[in-house]
């Protein structure tokens, strides 16, 4: 299983916390379980 974090055009590459890069910008969450299934989960502020 993949999971990557985004905030706007950045990568989170680890972090305890999650911070925005922007005062605008969207955070998202992408999972890849396998080839079959993936889901992105996008929080808009």
Do not use: P
Request: hydrophobic residues 40%; charged residues 20%.
């Amino acid at each position: 299983m993949q999971v990557n974090l985004c905030s706007g055009k950045y990568n989170i590459i680890d972090s305890g916390y999650a911070f925005l890069f922007g005062k605008n910008e969207d955070f998202s969450i992408h999972i890849t379980a396998d080839n079959d299934f993936k889901i992105s989960i996008i929080l808009k502020f």
